[in-house]
């Protein structure tokens, strides 16, 4: 027989979802707790009173508000529908879902009925929650409000306490805990700025120490996970501008049902999150000045704030070292003068700007670290800036370039050479097109990676009429070679850089002072590691040393 389709179809729930009440919620007592908390709320509860009884062995929890009470004892169990009034209804969206959350459970409830004049009882069983069969109602004996007992499942005990306290924290009514009243505080407690938009309370902080957390909207007691507007300042690492949002009256800001622990992602949550952004920007506006990145900037113009530029300093720049793993941690700037900015070089270009930093022209300049995100602002674009390192060596009547694009040839090897030239191209401003300058440097040393981080691998070269200390000498070669290798089978930090250190003054002192002084730079420094801590107080030695044999005496005082 063919069936004939239907003209429309439309939607429904079907009775089957009844029978899969219990898998609706995850059943622990936060959840049930939170949904319990919110129905009086919405009841227009003043206080809720939530004790933990035991009798017979068995624990209840008893959860008692002082609200309008549950009219239509029918609609308790009405999955889907909430039955409350039209402003509740308007401005939260409620699901009538609420009460399945203790689905699972045996409950009984208890509530007065304004219509009928008296209260009404009935007890849930646990297996009931799915089977959709009829519960007989009994007569209550509470005079006003709702009371619900819950049997207490084991897993309920854990932290009860430290739940009711948390739910407590922001909720907008008194709650007690066998008769304790818990600390309540405002969740926008220590906000630089607390600004009114889109039915919420925006509080601004610019260190909030529980950013991490992610539970940044507070649904009248309820906090959820949201993504909300971050905005970084480019001075510190703790310049964190963050907001969190109070709900009041939003009715088009949506929870996920029905664990109502996400947001819907809708326009409601993009103006909201405009309307945060913007606020972070006021409260910056009323600082005397910031750190805020050009596209910070320029997104604040748009949302309406007027801002300054950002405040016109730079951090310092430091030659960068093969070791330079973790970053910088900017937290000064600096001092007044004429900046030159130097990008970031690696350590083998870096190294000896450092070098010629006090001679001319760079002795004028305050050598400033390159800030890209700050690229657009007059006052930075306007900065001089490197724009090309490069050494020209000169050795024996040849020359040979060193840079990013030519490297050494491989029979030059380390030792004196007979001048080293550091030419530095300096743009006159950022911008575009902007006048280059040249500007050649005599220095004294100059260390060649070759693409490696061993010394044996790089080419050291030093100028015949240097005045380099081998201290100085083996300082630079460590800044431009030593990078500790992490591999646990590897010694630590501390071990591997003081091999390299020594190593690296040896190759100095080879360089400068020649061969037999860097075998007895190695035996003095080996001395000194091994060796004096064994001398006696007060007491001197005498070493007479060859290959093979050693002999050692105490000098006569």
Same mark, same amino acid.
């Given at each position: 027989?063919?069936?004939?389709?239907?003209?429309?179809?439309?939607?429904?729930?079907?009775?089957?979802?009844?029978?899969?009440?219990?898998?609706?919620?995850?059943?622990?007592?936060?959840?049930?707790?939170?949904?319990?908390?919110?129905?009086?709320?919405?009841?227009?509860?003043?206080?809720?009173?939530?004790?933990?009884?035991?009798?017979?062995?068995?624990?209840?929890?008893?959860?008692?508000?002082?609200?309008?009470?549950?009219?239509?004892?029918?609609?308790?169990?009405?999955?889907?529908?909430?039955?409350?009034?039209?402003?509740?209804?308007?401005?939260?969206?409620?699901?009538?879902?609420?009460?399945?959350?203790?689905?699972?459970?045996?409950?009984?409830?208890?509530?007065?009925?304004?219509?009928?004049?008296?209260?009404?009882?009935?007890?849930?069983?646990?297996?009931?929650?799915?089977?959709?069969?009829?519960?007989?109602?009994?007569?209550?004996?509470?005079?006003?409000?709702?009371?619900?007992?819950?049997?207490?499942?084991?897993?309920?005990?854990?932290?009860?306490?430290?739940?009711?306290?948390?739910?407590?924290?922001?909720?907008?009514?008194?709650?007690?805990?066998?008769?304790?009243?818990?600390?309540?505080?405002?969740?926008?407690?220590?906000?630089?700025?607390?600004?009114?938009?889109?039915?919420?309370?925006?509080?601004?902080?610019?260190?909030?120490?529980?950013?991490?957390?992610?539970? !940044?909207?507070? +649904?009248?007691?309820?906090?959820?996970?949201?993504? *909300?507007?971050?905005? &970084?300042?480019?001075?510190? #690492? /703790?310049?964190?501008?963050?907001?969190?949002?109070?709900?009041?009256?939003?009715?088009?800001?949506?929870?996920?049902?029905?664990?109502?622990?996400?947001?819907?992602?809708?326009?409601?949550?993009?103006?909201?999150?405009?309307?945060?952004?913007?606020?972070?920007?006021?409260?910056?506006?009323?600082?005397?000045?910031? !750190?805020?990145? +050009?596209?910070?900037?320029?997104?604040?113009?748009? *949302?309406?704030?007027? &801002?300054?530029?950002?405040? #016109? /300093?730079?951090?310092?720049?430091?030659?960068?070292?093969?070791?330079?793993?973790?970053?910088?941690?900017?937290?000064?700037?600096?001092?007044?003068?004429?900046?030159?900015?130097?990008?970031?070089?690696?350590?083998?270009?870096?190294?000896?700007?450092?070098?010629?930093?006090?001679?001319?022209?760079?002795?004028?300049?305050?050598?400033?670290?390159?800030?890209?995100?700050?690229?657009?602002?007059?006052?930075?674009?306007?900065?001089?800036?490197?724009?090309?390192?490069?050494?020209?060596?000169?050795?024996?009547?040849?020359?040979?370039?060193?840079?990013?694009?030519?490297?050494?040839?491989?029979?030059?090897?380390?030792?004196?050479?007979?001048?080293?030239?550091?030419?530095?191209?300096?743009?006159?401003?950022?911008?575009?097109?902007?006048?280059?300058?040249?500007?050649?440097?005599?220095?004294?040393?100059?260390?060649?990676?070759?693409?490696?981080?061993?010394?044996?691998?790089?080419?050291?070269?030093?100028?015949?009429?240097?005045?380099?200390?081998?201290?100085?000498?083996?300082?630079?070669?460590?800044?431009?070679?030593?990078?500790?290798?992490?591999?646990?089978?590897?010694?630590?930090?501390?071990?591997?850089?003081?091999?390299?250190?020594?190593?690296?003054?040896?190759?100095?002192?080879?360089?400068?002072?020649?061969?037999?002084?860097?075998?007895?730079?190695?035996?003095?420094?080996?001395?000194?590691?091994?060796?004096?801590?064994?001398?006696?107080?007060?007491?001197?030695?005498?070493?007479?040393?060859?290959?093979?044999?050693?002999?050692?005496?105490?000098?006569?005082?």
């Amino acid at each position: 027989m063919i069936m004939p389709l239907p003209a429309t179809i439309q939607t429904a729930v079907s009775q089957d979802a009844i029978r899969r009440a219990s898998r609706l919620f995850s059943g622990d007592s936060r959840d049930c707790l939170h949904e319990m908390c919110q129905n009086a709320r919405r009841a227009g509860a003043t206080r809720i009173a939530i004790d933990l009884t035991q009798q017979e062995g068995r624990f209840c929890l008893h959860i008692r508000d002082d609200g309008c009470g549950i009219d239509d004892p029918a609609a308790l169990l009405m999955l889907g529908h909430s039955g409350w009034h039209h402003d509740i209804a308007r401005s939260e969206d409620p699901a009538g879902m609420g009460m399945f959350s203790l689905a699972g459970r045996t409950v009984e409830i208890q509530s007065f009925s304004p219509s009928a004049g008296t209260a009404w009882k009935v007890r849930i069983p646990a297996h009931a929650w799915d089977s959709g069969a009829p519960l007989p109602l009994e007569q209550g004996t509470i005079g006003w409000g709702t009371l619900i007992s819950i049997e207490m499942p084991g897993d309920w005990h854990f932290g009860l306490h430290s739940i009711v306290a948390d739910i407590a924290l922001h909720f907008p009514l008194p709650i007690t805990m066998n008769g304790v009243l818990q600390p309540r505080e405002d969740f926008l407690k220590g906000a630089l700025l607390v600004e009114d938009a889109c039915g919420c309370r925006i509080g601004v902080y610019d260190l909030d120490p529980d950013w991490q957390d992610g539970r !940044r909207i507070n +649904f009248h007691g309820l906090r959820v996970k949201c993504s *909300l507007p971050t905005t &970084l300042e480019l001075k510190d #690492s /703790s310049a964190r501008w963050t907001v969190r949002i109070d709900i009041v009256d939003a009715p088009d800001v949506h929870l996920v049902l029905p664990a109502r622990k996400e947001v819907i992602e809708n326009g409601a949550m993009k103006a909201l999150r405009d309307a945060a952004e913007r606020a972070i920007y006021k409260a910056i506006a009323a600082r005397p000045d910031h !750190r805020l990145p +050009f596209a910070a900037w320029e997104r604040a113009q748009e *949302l309406g704030v007027a &801002l300054p530029e950002s405040r #016109s /300093s730079l951090s310092p720049w430091h030659p960068q070292t093969a070791d330079d793993h973790h970053g910088r941690i900017r937290t000064r700037f600096a001092s007044e003068g004429t900046m030159l900015i130097v990008p970031f070089l690696q350590p083998d270009l870096a190294q000896p700007i450092g070098l010629a930093r006090r001679q001319t022209p760079l002795q004028y300049f305050q050598l400033v670290e390159e800030e890209r995100l700050l690229e657009g602002y007059a006052w930075y674009d306007q900065l001089p800036i490197i724009v090309h390192v490069s050494f020209q060596i000169h050795h024996d009547g040849a020359a040979y370039r060193y840079d990013d694009n030519n490297h050494l040839p491989a029979d030059l090897p380390s030792g004196l050479v007979d001048r080293i030239v550091l030419e530095l191209t300096v743009a006159q401003s950022g911008r575009e097109n902007a006048p280059q300058y040249m500007h050649s440097i005599n220095i004294p040393a100059l260390v060649c990676d070759n693409n490696g981080w061993d010394i044996e691998a790089a080419t050291i070269l030093v100028t015949r009429d240097s005045d380099i200390t081998p201290d100085r000498l083996g300082q630079l070669i460590y800044a431009t070679l030593f990078c500790s290798i992490d591999d646990g089978d590897n010694d630590s930090w501390e071990t591997q850089s003081r091999a390299f250190e020594r190593d690296a003054r040896q190759e100095a002192t080879r360089i400068l002072l020649g061969e037999d002084a860097a075998i007895l730079q190695a035996i003095d420094m080996s001395a000194r590691d091994h060796l004096t801590w064994l001398i006696p107080q007060d007491r001197k030695i005498v070493i007479q040393a060859e290959r093979g044999g050693i002999t050692v005496d105490f000098i006569p005082s």
